[in-house]
């Protein structure tokens, strides 16, 4: 998990505009991007490992897709807003330590220790979806 600094190129790296990294800056999130056009969710995966945290190789399971679709808290009068999402582990290579620019604190994070108000982006609900249980 992660802390997202603000100074990085977060449109590119993580499909975030400026009013949504400044809405973000403060939580822990997952490293993750929206899929570019044309790209599948495994090469999304190696993207962001390789953007985000610097893994040019890594090792991926399958993924875990979960699919939902839910009023938006910020915005029920557009109706449904619907994610779907790929969850990929991955095995990071031996002595790798959480530590790249993007983000101005990067570690393992135990999610079952961690308040539920300290997760951003709704990432909290995508740990729960893949199995972990919230803080």
């Keep these: 998990m992660g802390k997202l600094d603000p100074r990085a190129p977060w449109a590119e790296i993580g499909a975030l505009d400026p009013r949504r990294v400044a809405l973000n800056t403060s939580g822990w999130m997952l490293p993750s991007c929206h ?3 044309f790209e599948s969710p495994e090469t999304a995966a190696r993207r962001v490992a390789n953007e985000q945290l610097g893994i040019a190789r890594v090792e991926l399971e399958a993924p875990r897709i979960f699919s939902e679709a839910y009023p938006p808290v910020r915005h029920p009068e557009r109706g449904e807003h619907w994610d779907l999402e790929f969850l990929f582990r991955g095995v990071v290579p031996a002595g790798w330590r959480p530590h790249h620019p993007a983000w101005t604190e990067l570690k393992f994070l135990d999610p079952s220790a961690t ?5 951003t982006r709704s990432h909290d609900q995508v740990l729960e979806l893949a199995g972990f249980a919230i803080g």
């Design 115 to 119: 308040p539920r108000v300290e997760f």
């Design 35 to 37: 899929l570019l056009y």
